[in-house]
C-alpha cells in the first residue's frame, strides 16, 4: 500500500487507547455562526468518507450511493458495508477518534474550529472529490486539517498527534513499548531515517521502506520524468513506468485519449481519469447506451450486452434478469451487486435467471445452478445431501462439528476431532505447553510455535516482546512489520501513523460532505467483475 499523502491505513487502525471522558467543554462544542458542531463532527465526516470513498461512480457511471453497501470495495475490506461498519461513529474507528478528541479538547490539549469546519464543507461543494483523492497537492487537505488545533508544545507529553501544534507529532516513547503516549516532535526532513510504523516526515516525503535490508528514510516523492528506481514513489497522478528492455524506470504522467498504454512491466504509462487501456491505446469509457466490443470500454456499473457491436447497459439489480454461462454451479454473472448477490438460474443448461441475495440464515446454500456455495454474515453452509444445505452457525464447544464443503466446522478457538461414538465433535485446542500440529488452534492465550525440536502451544506474548507473527501476540496486539515486536494497536503497522494520525483526517472528510457533485472525473480504479 503507498505511504504517500492520507493514505487509507492509519484510519483503519484500532483504536484501543485514551478513555472518552464525559464530552468537551461547551465553548469547544458551540460553533459559530454557521459552524459544525463538535458533536456532529463525527456523523459529518463520516459522509463525507462514504462518498469519498466511491470513484467507482465517476465518469458518467450509472451507480448511486444506495448501490455502494452492495459493491466490493478496492481497499482490500471486503465490501463497502463491511468498511462502513469499521469506521461506524459508535463503534468503529471514527467512533474511536471522536471520544479521544473530544478527551483531548476536555483536557486543554486540544482546540476545535466549528468555523473552519464549516468552511472546509463549504469548498467541497465547488470541488471534484474524486480529484482530491489523487491529488494530493490540492491544498485544501491542509486547510480542512485546521479544524482541529493543536495546543501541545514540542517536547510537550502527547497521545495522538492532533494535540501538537502546528504540524508536530507525537512520537510514541521508547520506554512504552509502542503503546499510546510519547512527545510532541518536529517532522523529519528528507534523507533522515525513520520508522513506518511511527514517524511523520515534512510535506511532500513519506517514509520509505527500500525493501533491501537497509534503514527506512523520509523520500520526497519524484517528479515528472525523473528517475523512480525500485518501488520508490512518484507524485501524485504519475506512474513509475520502466521500459520493457530493463532500463531505468522514470515517473511519467498518465496516457491522455489516444496515448499507448499497457499493464504494469511493458514500459507504457496507465490510462488517465475516464480512459480504458484498450488493445494499446487509451480510450473513453463508454457510458450507457454506447457502442463497445467488451465490458471492459463499459463505464462502471455497466456492461456489454454482446462482443461485436453492442451497447454498454446499467448492470441488474436485485430481482432483476441477468445472464451468466451455464453450467452446475451458482455465478454471479452480469449482476451489479458483487459483494453480496448471485445470477439464480433453474437449470445447468439455463443461462438467464434473475439476481438475487446471497443466502443468509437458514436459506438454501451449497452447489447448483439454483445456489451460492456459501453464506452471508459469517455463517456456514452445511451440506447435507447431494452438496445441497443451509446457512448455519459454527457449532460450538462439545457439540458436533459442521460438514461443510470445505470441510468440518466449528466456532473459532475450537478444533474438530473424533469422538468415542464415532464421530466428530468440537473440542478446545490444547493448552498451553502442549504438542500441537502446524496450523492447529491452541487454546485461549496460546499460539502454536517451535519449541524443544517440536511444535507445542506456547503463552502469546505481550507488548514489545519479539514476534515473527500475529498469532505471537496477545489478543488486541498485533506484530510490527518493522520492529519485530508485538505492539498496542494505536500504533502497529499503519504507516505514516504516528501515534493514530485519524481525527486530522475526519477533518478532511467534511470537505466530501459539501460535495454536490456525484459525477467525478478524477480517479477511476480497476473494476472487480
Same mark, same amino acid.
Not at 199 to 221: I, K, Q
Not at 307 to 325: L, Q, W
Not at 420 to 444: H, K, Q
Given at each position: 500500500?503507498?505511504?504517500?499523502?492520507?493514505?487509507?491505513?492509519? #484510519?483503519?487502525?484500532?483504536?484501543?487507547? +485514551?478513555?472518552?471522558?464525559?464530552?468537551?467543554?461547551?465553548?469547544?462544542?458551540?460553533?459559530?455562526?454557521?459552524?459544525?458542531?463538535?458533536?456532529?463532527?463525527?456523523?459529518?465526516?463520516?459522509?463525507?468518507?462514504?462518498?469519498?470513498?466511491?470513484?467507482?461512480?465517476?465518469?458518467?457511471?450509472?451507480?448511486?450511493?444506495?448501490?455502494?453497501?452492495?459493491?466490493?470495495?478496492?481497499?482490500?475490506?471486503?465490501?463497502?458495508?463491511?468498511?462502513?461498519?469499521?469506521?461506524?461513529?459508535?463503534?468503529?474507528?471514527?467512533?474511536?477518534?471522536?471520544?479521544?478528541?473530544?478527551?483531548?479538547?476536555?483536557?486543554?490539549?486540544?482546540?476545535?474550529?466549528?468555523?473552519?469546519?464549516?468552511?472546509?464543507?463549504?469548498?467541497?461543494? $465547488?470541488?471534484?472529490?474524486?480529484?482530491?483523492?489523487?491529488?494530493?497537492?490540492?491544498?485544501?487537505?491542509?486547510?480542512?486539517?485546521?479544524?482541529?488545533?493543536?495546543?501541545?508544545?514540542?517536547?510537550?507529553?502527547?497521545?495522538?498527534?492532533?494535540?501538537?501544534?502546528?504540524?508536530?507529532?507525537?512520537?510514541?516513547?521508547?520506554?512504552?513499548?509502542?503503546?499510546?503516549?510519547?512527545?510532541?516532535?518536529?517532522?523529519?526532513?528528507?534523507?533522515?531515517?525513520?520508522?513506518?510504523?511511527?514517524?511523520?516526515?515534512?510535506?511532500?516525503?513519506?517514509?520509505?521502506?527500500?525493501?533491501?535490508?537497509?534503514?527506512?528514510?523520509?523520500?520526497?516523492?519524484?517528479?515528472?520524468?525523473?528517475?523512480?528506481?525500485?518501488?520508490?514513489?512518484?507524485?501524485?497522478?504519475?506512474?513509475?513506468?520502466?521500459?520493457?528492455?530493463?532500463?531505468?524506470?522514470?515517473?511519467?504522467?498518465?496516457?491522455?485519449?489516444?496515448?499507448?498504454?499497457?499493464?504494469? +512491466?511493458?514500459?507504457?504509462?496507465?490510462?488517465?481519469?475516464?480512459?480504458?487501456?484498450?488493445?494499446?491505446?487509451?480510450?473513453?469509457?463508454?457510458?450507457?447506451?454506447?457502442?463497445?466490443?467488451?465490458?471492459?470500454?463499459?463505464?462502471?456499473?455497466?456492461?456489454?450486452?454482446?462482443?461485436?457491436?453492442?451497447?454498454?447497459?446499467?448492470?441488474?439489480?436485485?430481482?432483476?434478469?441477468?445472464?451468466?454461462?451455464?453450467?452446475?454451479?451458482?455465478?454471479?454473472?452480469?449482476?451489479?451487486?458483487?459483494?453480496?448477490?448471485?445470477?439464480?438460474?433453474?437449470?445447468?443448461?439455463?443461462?438467464?435467471?434473475?439476481?438475487?441475495?446471497?443466502?443468509?440464515?437458514?436459506?438454501?446454500?451449497?452447489?447448483?445452478?439454483?445456489?451460492?456455495?456459501?453464506?452471508?454474515?459469517?455463517?456456514?453452509?452445511?451440506?447435507?445431501?447431494?452438496?445441497?444445505?443451509?446457512?448455519?452457525?459454527?457449532?460450538?464447544?462439545?457439540?458436533?462439528?459442521?460438514?461443510?464443503?470445505?470441510?468440518?466446522?466449528?466456532?473459532? $478457538?475450537?478444533?474438530?476431532?473424533?469422538?468415542?461414538?464415532?464421530?466428530?465433535?468440537?473440542?478446545?485446542?490444547?493448552?498451553?505447553?502442549?504438542?500441537?500440529?502446524?496450523?492447529?488452534?491452541?487454546?485461549?492465550?496460546?499460539?502454536?510455535?517451535?519449541?524443544?525440536?517440536?511444535?507445542?502451544?506456547?503463552?502469546?506474548?505481550?507488548?514489545?516482546?519479539?514476534?515473527?507473527?500475529?498469532?505471537?501476540?496477545?489478543?488486541?496486539?498485533?506484530?510490527?512489520? #518493522?520492529?519485530?515486536?508485538?505492539?498496542?494497536?494505536?500504533?502497529?503497522?499503519?504507516?505514516?501513523?504516528?501515534?493514530?494520525?485519524?481525527?486530522?483526517?475526519?477533518?478532511?472528510?467534511?470537505?466530501?460532505?459539501?460535495?454536490?457533485?456525484?459525477?467525478?472525473?478524477?480517479?477511476?480504479?480497476?473494476?472487480?467483475?
Amino acid at each position: 500500500m503507498s505511504q504517500r499523502g492520507w493514505a487509507l491505513a492509519p #484510519w483503519l487502525a484500532l483504536v484501543a487507547c +485514551g478513555g472518552g471522558g464525559s464530552g468537551p467543554d461547551a465553548g469547544a462544542n458551540s460553533p459559530d455562526a454557521g459552524g459544525v458542531n463538535l458533536s456532529a463532527f463525527c456523523a459529518s465526516a463520516l459522509a463525507g468518507f462514504e462518498r469519498a470513498v466511491h470513484p467507482d461512480n465517476a465518469c458518467g457511471s450509472p451507480l448511486t450511493l444506495a448501490d455502494f453497501p452492495h459493491l466490493l470495495d478496492p481497499y482490500d475490506a471486503g465490501s463497502y458495508a463491511a468498511l462502513y461498519a469499521a469506521m461506524d461513529c459508535n463503534t468503529g474507528v471514527f467512533g474511536g477518534f471522536q471520544l479521544q478528541l473530544e478527551r483531548s479538547i476536555q483536557m486543554g490539549l486540544m482546540r476545535f474550529d466549528p468555523a473552519r469546519a464549516a468552511a472546509c464543507a463549504a469548498l467541497g461543494q $465547488g470541488q471534484d472529490g474524486g480529484l482530491l483523492l489523487s491529488d494530493l497537492d490540492a491544498g485544501l487537505v491542509d486547510f480542512c486539517s485546521d479544524a482541529l488545533v493543536g495546543l501541545v508544545a514540542l517536547d510537550g507529553g502527547c497521545t495522538v498527534s492532533e494535540e501538537c501544534a502546528g504540524d508536530a507529532y507525537c512520537l510514541p516513547s521508547p520506554t512504552s513499548a509502542y503503546t499510546c503516549g510519547g512527545r510532541c516532535v518536529g517532522r523529519l526532513s528528507a534523507g533522515q531515517t525513520c520508522d513506518p510504523a511511527v514517524d511523520v516526515c515534512t510535506a511532500g516525503a513519506s517514509c520509505f521502506d527500500p525493501g533491501d535490508g537497509g534503514h527506512p528514510a523520509c523520500l520526497a516523492a519524484h517528479g515528472l520524468g525523473e528517475a523512480c528506481p525500485g518501488t520508490e514513489p512518484c507524485a501524485p497522478l504519475l506512474d513509475c513506468v520502466a521500459p520493457a528492455d530493463g532500463g531505468f524506470a522514470t515517473c511519467a504522467a498518465r496516457g491522455a485519449a489516444g496515448a499507448s498504454c499497457g499493464a504494469p +512491466g511493458q514500459g507504457l504509462p496507465t490510462c488517465g481519469p475516464c480512459l480504458a487501456c484498450v488493445q494499446g491505446l487509451c480510450t473513453a469509457v463508454v457510458g450507457v447506451g454506447g457502442v463497445c466490443r467488451t465490458s471492459q470500454e463499459c463505464v462502471n456499473g455497466t456492461y456489454c450486452t454482446s462482443g461485436d457491436g453492442g451497447t454498454c447497459a446499467t448492470s441488474p439489480r436485485n430481482g432483476e434478469p441477468c445472464v451468466a454461462a451455464p453450467g452446475p454451479h451458482g455465478e454471479l454473472g452480469n449482476c451489479m451487486y458483487t459483494a453480496d448477490t448471485f445470477c439464480q438460474r433453474q437449470s445447468a443448461d439455463a443461462s438467464v435467471g434473475f439476481c438475487v441475495p446471497q443466502p443468509g440464515p437458514g436459506q438454501s446454500c451449497g452447489d447448483g445452478p439454483d445456489l451460492w456455495p456459501s453464506c452471508s454474515g459469517g455463517w456456514w453452509c452445511g451440506i447435507a445431501d447431494a452438496g445441497r444445505g443451509s446457512c448455519q452457525l459454527a457449532p460450538g464447544g462439545f457439540l458436533p462439528c459442521l460438514a461443510t464443503a470445505a470441510g468440518w466446522a466449528c466456532q473459532p $478457538g475450537l478444533l474438530c476431532q473424533p469422538a468415542l461414538d464415532g464421530g466428530m465433535l468440537c473440542l478446545p485446542g490444547p493448552a498451553a505447553f502442549e504438542p500441537c500440529a502446524a496450523g492447529n488452534v491452541c487454546g485461549s492465550g496460546a499460539y502454536c510455535g517451535a519449541a524443544d525440536g517440536g511444535l507445542f502451544c506456547l503463552p502469546q506474548k505481550g507488548a514489545g516482546q519479539a514476534c515473527a507473527t500475529a498469532a505471537e501476540c496477545g489478543l488486541g496486539s498485533n506484530c510490527d512489520a #518493522w520492529t519485530g515486536t508485538c505492539v498496542a494497536p494505536c500504533t502497529q503497522d499503519y504507516a505514516p501513523a504516528g501515534c493514530r494520525n485519524g481525527a486530522r483526517q475526519m477533518a478532511v472528510f467534511l470537505l466530501f460532505g459539501g460535495l454536490v457533485w456525484v459525477r467525478r472525473a478524477g480517479l477511476v480504479l480497476t473494476r472487480r467483475r
